[in-house]
């Protein structure tokens, strides 16, 4: 049973990696590790902040 | 030799004698059927000792990739797109990011000349140039502080390497969105099913999108999971809508009016905030694209389907229904993107780069998810040759080459010796749930068939006209993705090029701006599409070799890039490791390309196309609906030609420009200075 849960960890935080689901938790921890004094952008403004950068560039092909 | 050496020496020779024999089974096998399960061992056994060996060399050798330098998202971390990442992550979204429609359609039109030019070159290509291209340039991006590929051609070839390559983006990213608009409107034309289904994924991208902005935000998973279930329950309502005599008829909608929808859908989408419908229909596209890849590799090797084209046609000599041109080089221009894509040049560089937490990632990332793409290419193609060869030219064929009446359509594919009758073609369509399937060229509706017949046989039940329509909202999916972000990115390039004719226009978010540049990039793809519904022979003929030539001259201008990096970074010697394939690309775009341009065959040169037209025209001989077309059809005959002439040009532009540089670099009259960022020791652990 452990086994399986371990299994089904990996896979829900693969996927969330992959499609961008933890892109905040990692920016925070980023923030407070880098720079610790600095009040880091709300999950909504980072969230909206990052589309606006992600799609002026290719990001998608044929 | 240790135990384990040896255990590890004899399993990689298994796996290459496994290959070698899947291989030979594949070539050398004359029978009436050949089944599926060869060409999934043929091709897992070529990645694994491609990936294994020569990666393995080039990564030590060639690049001398270094676990200990710090790569830029570690040098430059912010938190968002310059950061470490787990490199299976990193994979992921590289996969997800240059997987797209390319490598299922091509290789579905590529099947007109048997299975075997296909595969050979999908598995070849792939492992010795399209891995290779996508792994050297994220590795010299990476080394780069991860700068984009028209940043790399302006270091190495110059201003005019960059401009180049600047224009050839826009070319392929306009012709691209035209052929990919034109497949999807020829899977909807007069099919309510489709037609609704794909309607339905805009309300449900608007409501993932919402949910993300608003309700949750950032939340992508949970909100991915809603989408993909409402998806699921749009393919089963657009059954429902199929059914009901009156909802049926809003949906019936032809070609032309399709065209005038997606065009205006682009345009909307491309003005639009990115979050509202741009950014949830990625997310959506993304998780069914991953889902559909693993579910179709299970189901093969579940139902171990038998392939029925033959290994070759009669079609090598030129002559195809689907596409014309002979072996070499519209075989490589078809397949394009499954063996060797320019495309991916800049998501390897600019955007995955930045991801990179180890140099030694590069190998996995670059190699690897290039080698995954090929699979998906020749799981297209296995699709695409399960079904029977003469249902597969019905379908792909248009209504132009062999007559819009079922019994003349049929009775010719049958005198090409590939038997198929009337009834079978109406059993088919209406398994499928649909009215008629002749004609629906573009390769996603047999694609959409070989998928359902798959599908359907191996998880049981039949359910054919379900998995049909959700394997076309599959593919529309992802395709109008790639319209909307394509009609955005080309937007920000066109507004970048008019706001050095006239400054206000530069301004990214001024409205006169940003609707002016859409509209002409709307209109740019826009156009190609229009024509393509108008035309009788079906559109993808012209549009698929042209969509073909850009790409794989946009793979020459990154190949270009990286063996003048290599000449100019002390890996002289290993100058061929980029340098052949480039070869190989220029050869084969030019060839196509003068074959395009000068062949007096109005079925292969665009402008003896034109010059035929025009005397039929004149002479009366055309019936009243194509006469009234014709000059529309002769226009764009002739650009064609102009614009085959163009991509010649740049071609050979870049190719002279890149010699000239390692000239002088060589013979020190110019030499060049080191464009690698200096090397810093990793922190990471």
Known sequence: MSAFAAGWARLRDGLRGVLGDDAYERYLRHCRARHPGATPLDRRAFYASE?????KQVNRCC | ????????????????????????????????????????????????????????????????LDATRATPAERLDNGRDFMPTHRSIVFGHHFAAIAGAGPLIGPTLA?????????????????????????????????????SLAHLARDELGRFGAAAAMVGTLFIMIILMAVLALVVVKAMAHSP???????????????????????????????????????????AAGGWVDSHPEIRAWFDLDAKALAWFVILYGFVAAVLPVWLLLAPRDYLSTFIKLGVVFLL?????????????????????????????????????????????????LVASGTTPKLIARETDVRMVGYGSMALESFVAIMALIAACVLDPGVYFAINTAAGVVGSDPVTATATITSWGFPVDPAQMEALAASMGE???????????????????????????????????????????????????????????????LGSLCAPLGRTSWYPSVWIASLLVCAGWGYFLYIGVI??????????????????????????????????SGRLRYAWVPGVPLAWLVTVTTTAALQKVFSDDPRMGFFAAARDLADKLAAGMLPPDRAAVAPQLIFNQQLDGWLTVALLFIVWTIVIDTGRGCWNHLSGRRPAPDTESPYVATQLT
Not at chain 2, 458 to 486: N, Q, R
Not at chain 2, 543 to 562: H, K, R
């Open chain 1, 51 to 55: 589309l606006e950068r992600r799609w």
């Open chain 2, 1 to 64: 030799m240790s135990t384990g050496k040896l255990i590890r020496a004899a399993s990689w020779t298994a796996v290459a004698v496994a290959g070698a024999a899947a291989f030979g089974g594949i070539a050398l096998h004359r029978g009436e059927s050949i089944n599926a399960l060869w060409f999934v061992v043929a091709a897992v056994c070529t990645y694994l000792v491609g990936y294994r060996f020569y990666s393995g060399w080039i990564a030590a050798r060639v690049c001398r």
């Open chain 2, 111 to 147: 099947a007109q000349f048997g299975y075997l030019p296909g595969t050979l070159w999908l598995l070849v290509g792939a492992v010795l140039a399209g891995c290779v291209q996508d792994m050297l340039v994220l590795f010299c991006s990476t080394r780069r502080d991860g700068r």
């Open chain 2, 193 to 235: 099913w489709s037609t609704a289904t794909v309607f339905a994924t805009i309300p449900i991208a608007i409501v993932v999108g919402i949910y993300l902005r608003v309700v949750r935000p950032g939340r992508v998973l949970e909100a991915t999971i809603i989408g993909v279930v409402l998806l699921l329950g749009s393919v």
């Open chain 2, 297 to 345: 590799a299970i189901a093969i090797c579940i139902l171990q389907p038998d392939v029925r084209m033959p290994a070759l046609t009669r079609f090598i000599d030129g002559t195809g229904p689907i596409f014309s041109g002979s072996l070499f080089p519209f075989l490589f221009i078809t397949l394009a993107c499954g063996a060797i894509s320019g495309f991916h040049a």
């Open chain 2, 435 to 497: 009215a008629t399937l002749y004609g629906r060229t573009g390769g996603a509706p047999s694609l959409a068939v070989g998928m359902a017949h798959i599908f359907g046989s191996a998880f049981g039940d039949g359910l054919f006209a379900i998995w049909y329509h959700f394997a076309i909202m599959f593919e529309a999916v992802f395709i109008l993705t790639v319209l909307d972000a394509g009609t955005r990115v080309g937007r920000f390039i066109m507004q970048d090029a």
């Open chain 2, 535 to 568: 035309d009788p022979n079906g559109g993808i003929n012209i549009l698929w070799p042209l969509f073909g030539m850009a790409n794989q001259m946009l793979a020459a201008i990154a190949l270009a890039v990286v063996t003048s990096i290599f000449v100019k």
